[in-house]
């Protein structure tokens, strides 16, 4: 696990989940299926991508494909830098 994944993980901990939920999440697993987060919870999820890791997301690219787990999350990241 990398500093991308981490520091993603701590923002989901600190903003939409419950420290025993994550535990029990893997870096695979469905965010939206798993109820983490919702619509607003993506908007959310888009600003801190943008300002903590210096890229601009389209509005195009929230996907599933990028958005819906943290391995996903953080290799839309490494793409985007």
Known sequence: MSKVENKIRQFLIE???LSDQVD????DESLLEKGVIDSTGVLEL?????????IEV????????NFDSINRLAAYV????
């Open 78 to 81: 490494r793409q985007k830098q």
């Open 15 to 17: 903003n939409f989940v």
């Open 58 to 65: 389209d509005t195009s690219e929230v996907l599933p494909e």
């Open 46 to 54: 888009v600003f801190f991508l943008e300002e903590q890791f210096g």
């Open 24 to 27: 029990e999440m893997g870096f």
